[in-house]
C-alpha cells in the first residue's frame, strides 16, 4: 500500500513511517510531498494520508498521528505505548517534557534532519534508531 505524508520528516514523520512498515504494513511505500499537494497525490496516487491536518491518522483529540495510528489498528503491545509517550512529547511542542526522553528523541530528530535532507534517507537511517527504542521500551515498559 502506499502511504503519504508531508516532505521534510521529522519526529512523527519518522516514527509513523517505522510503525507502519513495523507493525501494519510490511510492504508500505512512503510518499513525501508539498503539503499543497498531498491530498491530490493521495487521491492519485491512492495512497493513505497520514501526519496531515484534518486525517484520522493525524493529530487527533490531543493523540499525536503516532497515536492515531495506534488507535486506528488496534495496536496496544506495551513497549509500543511507552514509544508513543516518548514520541507524543518529543512530536507536540507544548508537551515536549511531559517525558524525560522526548528532548533527546527531538534533538535526535533535528540532527538527522539536517545530515539527511532527503526524505527516503533519513528514513532509512533513523529506523535504527526507532528499532533500538523499541527494544529498550520493550526492557521498560513502564
Not at 27 to 52: C, H, K, M, N, Y
Not at 58 to 81: N, T, W
Request: proline share 5%.
Amino acid at each position: 500500500m502506499k502511504w503519504i505524508t508531508r516532505a521534510h520528516v521529522h519526529v512523527d514523520r519518522v516514527a509513523c513511517p517505522w510503525l507502519i512498515k513495523r507493525f501494519v504494513d510490511g510492504q508500505a511505500e512512503f510518499l513525501f510531498v508539498a503539503r499543497s499537494e498531498v491530498a491530490r497525490t493521495a487521491e492519485q496516487e491512492g495512497a493513505i494520508p497520514f501526519d496531515i491536518p484534518d486525517t484520522v491518522l493525524g493529530h487527533v483529540d490531543g493523540r499525536c498521528s503516532f497515536e492515531s495510528i495506534m488507535l486506528q489498528y488496534g495496536l496496544k503491545d506495551p513497549a509500543l505505548v511507552r514509544m508513543a509517550r516518548i514520541i507524543h512529547a518529543a512530536d507536540v511542542e507544548e508537551d515536549i517534557d511531559l517525558d524525560p526522553l522526548a528532548r533527546g528523541l527531538e534533538a535526535i530528530a533535528t540532527g538527522f534532519s539536517l545530515r539527511y535532507p532527503d526524505d527516503e534517507t533519513n528514513l532509512a537511517v533513523q529506523f535504527e534508531i526507532y528499532d533500538a527504542l523499541y527494544a529498550w521500551c520493550r526492557l521498560y515498559p513502564d
